[in-house]
């Protein structure tokens, strides 16, 4: 769904940063703002470092460099995509979604239907967890916890929980909160009986594990069976219901997307117990596809957060041909999937447990690419005879044409080419591919590019500091010390962008990303001089690394040992060193181009720029 400026704006003035991340961390008071220890796995800290703006609504830690704002945070600390991140921030404030303009009854009934079933699924888990705490300790659920040796941290972390073996306890509690059964049953809760009126309890004397939406909602159940009962499946699962579609979600995503963030990788498990037992383990960048296939809205789903990802299978036949089935949907995700199978078909947990964490952590910093493990399977028994060149070039293809970077696909097809003893030329017509262009030129969408530069012809920007819009946002790359410097200066306090507006240094700055981020700044700053507080906040999400939005530091002019001297200074420091920068790339710019083409008109040129570097130093 695509939401207006206005609703984005609407929704963030509702909310505020810091009680989103307080939930997190906590924060005290420090100036004028508030400090506290970095919620952030990959950082772990004595001392507080994490600095947050309730005025401005933007975070920064001093100790990794995290920035953002509460839509930046939501994504990297839960990982929600920013539709997610909204609609949450939106119920939040209890701000109704915005309906759309077609069939607005109808989509109304069923974002109320929606509604009400997250409803019955929050109580039905926080009905499962509290008969979980009620069993006594030598119940057949807590021996079977203490088994897996899951912890009381882990348990409540994941909402695990236990549904008794009454054919009516949840039938009950559900009713004795006015819910209709009717309703329950289309949560897949229960069931009507067949031979009698009344219903039944689907989830019977098994471990519970609540399935979340990236929102933090119970949307699903999974159920694990205590003891191995005849036609029940170890396993049982919710179907299908209007708020859970199994092949958009992925189990403890929710609770590990910001150890998937913090670690760069992805590792993808198959139930829920494999999860749970890792994270337990201290492996807590890990997703379970709770039995099923992966699909391509899981690959999507995992390219917001790392394109690396390494998939774990049994060593059976039915764990390759899951690989298999794999491999061309996380190569078309513009993914680099890696394999693991582990020996003697032991499951993650088992291992962990013979061999600690630590072996399973080697194991997967030594895991192969999948098309590696793949193609190695497909050539067992390879002599490579003509016929099956040919019939193995015919299974390449679908992969080949999967992978959207041309890079990648290239550099498989060479090892292909290899392996099968033929030549590159000859697998390229085989799988009907084409040579690639200089600089791999894409021009299918979504897929990785390189843009070759054309030649500046404007003196005032030397090559070597020009920039572009990198994946839709404003790169800093290559920017002078300098000019990152003016940023955070002059977003830091609105004198300090005054200052910076009334010098008409914006003509002075030469790197082009630092030049577009300070244009937006002064666009939205005279169109409403009250949103200044809220402009930090707002660039964030232009930004490829917005701790550079923050490079001035944290002490603000209302803070205790605040040198308003030193600032000014400091300041106008600052914007000597970015024109004295930028006159001197413009000079050499020019004795370049008057090497090439003698003019008296460059000499002048040159000799102005001279007397204006002086004139700079006199003052």
């Known amino acids: ?64 460099h995290k920035s953002g704002n509460m839509f930046s945070f939501l994504r990297d600390y839960q990982g929600m995509s920013f539709p997610e991140a909204v609609e949450y921030l939106a119920n939040r404030a209890s701000i109704p979604m915005p309906a759309p303009e077609k069939n607005e009854a109808a989509q109304d009934q069923v974002a109320e239907k929606k509604k009400l079933l997250l409803k ?18 030598d119940h057949p659920v807590k021996k079977y916890i203490a088994s897996r040796g899951l912890s009381k941290e882990v348990i409540e972390t994941f909402g695990i929980g236990y549904a008794v073996a009454e054919w009516d306890g ?11 059964m009717a309703l329950a049953e289309e949560a897949r809760l229960v069931k009507a009986r067949t031979n009698k009126s009344g219903y039944f309890d689907i989830f019977r004397d098994r471990l519970m594990f609540p399935i979340f939406s990236a929102m933090g909602e119970p949307i699903a159940f999974g159920g694990r069976y205590l003891e191995k ?28 997307a910001r150890y998937i963030r913090s670690d760069d990788m992805a590792l993808i498990v198959e139930g829920y117990m494999d999860l749970v037992s890792l994270y337990q383990a201290g492996i807590r960048n890990v997703v379970a596809t709770m039995g ?22 049994d060593g059976d036949s039915a764990g390759m041909e899951a690989a298999e089935r794999s491999l061309p949907i ?113 021009n299918r969408p979504g897929m990785t590019r390189t843009v070759q530069p054309s030649p500046s012809t404007n003196p005032a920007v030397p090559e070597a ?66 949103k200044f507080d809220k402009l930090t906040s707002l660039l964030v999400s232009y930004v490829d690394q917005p701790e550079y939005l923050f490079q001035a530091g944290p002490q603000a002019e209302t803070e205790p040992g605040f040198d308003e001297e030193a600032e000014v200074k400091l300041l106008r420091d600052c914007f000597k060193r970015v024109r004295e920068n930028f006159l001197r790339e413009q000079a050499k710019q020019l004795a370049r181009d008057l090497k090439n083409e003698p003019s008296s008109e460059k000499l002048e040129q040159i000799m102005n720029i001279q007397r204006n570097r002086i004139s700079l130093n006199k003052g």
């Not at 772990?44 to 994490?50: D, I, M, P, Y």
């Not at 099923?292 to 299978?313: E, I, Q, S, W």
Request: net charge positive.
């Open 170 to 180: 949840l039938e009950k509690y559900l009713a004795s909160h006015n819910i209709s």
């Open 330 to 442: 996380l190569l078309a995700a513009d993914l680099y999937p890696k394999g693991l199978t582990l020996p003697n078909s032991m499951d993650p947990d088992d291992y962990v447990k013979k061999y600690g964490a630590e072996a399973l952590k080697a194991e997967l910093d030594r895991a192969p690419d999948l098309f590696v493990m793949i193609l190695a399977r497909w050539m067992e028994g390879y002599r490579g005879e003509a016929s099956e060149k040919v019939k193995l070039a015919d299974k390449l293809k679908p992969l080949f044409e999967a992978i959207p970077d041309l890079r990648l696909r290239d550099l498989y097809l060479a090892e292909a080419a290899q392996k099968m003893s033929v030549t590159l030329p000859w697998l390229r017509q085989a799988v009907g591919i084409q040579g690639s262009a200089p600089g791999y030129t894409q």
């Open 120 to 137: 019955v699924n929050k109580l039905a888990a926080h009905y499962f967890s509290e008969q979980l705490h009620r069993v006594p300790h």
């Open 1 to 64: 769904m695509r939401f207006s400026q206005d609703f984005i704006e609407r929704v963030s003035e509702a909310n505020n940063l810091v009680d989103i991340i307080s939930q997190y961390t906590q924060l005290k008071p420090s100036g004028s703002g508030l400090m506290g220890r970095c919620p952030f796995p990959d950082h772990v800290e004595k001392t507080a470092s994490f600095s947050v703006s309730e005025t401005k609504q933007v975070y920064h830690c001093f100790g990794c």
């Open 229 to 256: 009962k005849e036609n029940e499946p170890k396993y049982l699962n919710s179907p299908e219901t209007p708020v859970f579609i199994k092949g958009k979600v992925l189990y403890g995503l929710s609770q590990t």
């Open 292 to 313: 099923t296939a992966l699909t391509p809205d899981h690959g999507k789903m995992l390219k917001r957060m790392t394109k690396n990802v390494v998939a774990m299978f």
């Open 465 to 530: 500091v020009s920039s572009s819009v990198e994946g839709g946002k404003i790169s800093l790359k290559g920017a002078s010390k300098a000019e990152l410097l003016l940023l955070g200066l002059v977003l830091k306090s609105r004198a300090n962008f005054d200052q910076f507006v009334n010098e008409k240094l914006l003509e002075s700055v030469a790197h082009d990303g630092v030049k577009k981020i300070l244009e937006k700044a002064t666009d939205v700053y005279r169109q409403d001089l009250n």
